[in-house]
Each structure stands twice: as C-alpha cells, then as structure tokens.
C-alpha cells in the first residue's frame, strides 16, 4: 500500500511567487494535517481537513490556505511567500478528525530567494 | 497552555550504550495522547509510539521502551544497546481531544547521534 505521497519533494521560489504544495493520503484515510517544520525545530500546525472541511487552524498568516478534495487529497497553498516561509511542510494523515494515529509524508522543502 | 519539552537537544553515544530521551509535557486536559517519532536526515517522520493518557503501562518494542509517568507528566524514551541505524531526530508530541482541538503539539526534538 502506498503511504503519504506529497509532491513536488523540493522547490524552490522567489519572493512574492505563489505556491502550491500536494498531498495525498493513505488509501482510506479521510484527514489531512499540514505542518510548517523550520530547520531545527519541531514541527507546527498549520491546518486539518477531514471530509473536506476544516476542522483545525494553526497561527499562520491567511496567506496560507488549503483545501480538501472529494478524494481526500488535499492542497497547500501560500501567497507573497517571505523568506522565512522556507521549510520543510510536512502531510499527515489519519483515518479520523481525532488523529488517533499520524502517518506522516517525506515532505517538501520548500527555499524562498 | 498546551507544552511540550525535550530539555535534550543533542545527545551522542557509542554504539551499544543505553540511551534515555526525555519529555515532559503541559496540558489542561484529561484526554489526550502523546507521541514519539523518529526523523532521520530523509525528512519523514516516523511513528514510534501512540499512548493515552489513560494507559499509563510502561511498553516495550524490541530494542525500545517508554516510560508514562502523569505524575510528573512525563513520557520518557529509551533505547537499549543503541545502533548507528538509531542516529536521528527525536520528536515528542502532544495530542488533545477536547473540543475542536485537533493538532499536535510537538516539542523542538533532540538529536540523537549514535557513533560506531
């Protein structure tokens, strides 16, 4: 069985670009979380989705967004991207809203210049 | 506040010593679960273990074993005779599940480094 796919695995962009981020969840699994991880620091959340809608919002700014499809895939999204969104975002997901089990992507590194 | 701590940010070992990494965490709530994952250089996270806050038995998984204490609100981790394969970044987290709560609170990780 495939696990989390996320794409694209690296990227890089510019400052005030735009971009979008995947996620694909293990087969069956209904939720999805985001989470921004910084070099050298824990992972923070930034939002859940569980049959398309949103159930959960970390502290981040609105220009970043997301959205559920009816396939339970799922998109990040982030607008006029600052250098300090450079990170490794990280696609979780879990059978349930409640998250009693996390399975985790590789991630993308994103790098804003 | 919902907090977790890993004082620990780096440790090193020789390879088949005993290694314990610590966590201590801070909630509010009755209900809630915590969480080890590994993260080596590749990026991903690695599920280790899930416990409840209700199940408060120690467990053991080969080579691994955790330690639940509510009383002093710890989830200790440790690895016996510890491998090269168990060099990574260690992560504690925290789930709670009260209201729309539905993130994990994770602590900044130690880095373990496990040398031949």
């Known amino acids: 069985d495939a696990g989390v796919t996320q794409s694209p695995t690296h990227l890089i962009k510019t400052r005030g670009q735009h971009v979008t981020l995947r996620c694909s969840p293990i087969?069956?699994?209904?939720?999805v979380s985001w989470y921004q991880q910084v070099l050298g620091q824990g992972p923070q959340f930034i939002f859940q989705?569980?049959?398309?809608?949103?159930?959960g919002r970390g502290n981040f700014p609105d220009r970043f967004s997301a959205r559920q499809f009816p396939n339970y895939s799922s998109e990040l999204n982030v607008n006029a991207l600052l250098l300090g969104d450079s990170a490794l975002y990280l696609c979780?997901?879990?059978?349930?809203?409640?998250?009693?089990?996390?399975?985790f992507g590789s991630g993308t590194r994103l790098t804003v210049v | 506040a919902q907090k977790v701590t890993q004082a620990q940010t780096e440790i090193s070992v020789v390879e088949k010593e005993d290694v314990t990494l610590d966590c201590v965490y801070e909630?509010?709530?009755?209900?809630?679960?915590l969480f080890w994952y590994k993260q080596p250089p590749s990026g991903e996270l690695v599920f280790l273990i899930r416990r409840n806050s209700f199940d408060e038995q120690n467990e053991i998984s080969g080579r691994y074993s955790w330690n639940f204490q509510k009383s002093t609100s710890s989830f200790n981790f440790t690895i016996t005779a510890s491998q090269v394969v168990d060099s990574a970044v260690y992560f504690c987290a925290l789930s709670e599940h009260a209201g729309n709560n539905r993130k994990l609170i994770w602590g900044l990780g130690t880095s373990l480094a496990v040398n031949p």
């Open positions: 909630t509010r709530d009755t209900t809630y679960y």
């Open positions: 989705y569980y049959e398309k809608e949103e159930r």
């Open positions: 087969s069956g699994h209904k939720s």
């Open positions: 979780a997901s879990s059978l349930e809203d409640r998250g009693y089990g996390y399975t």
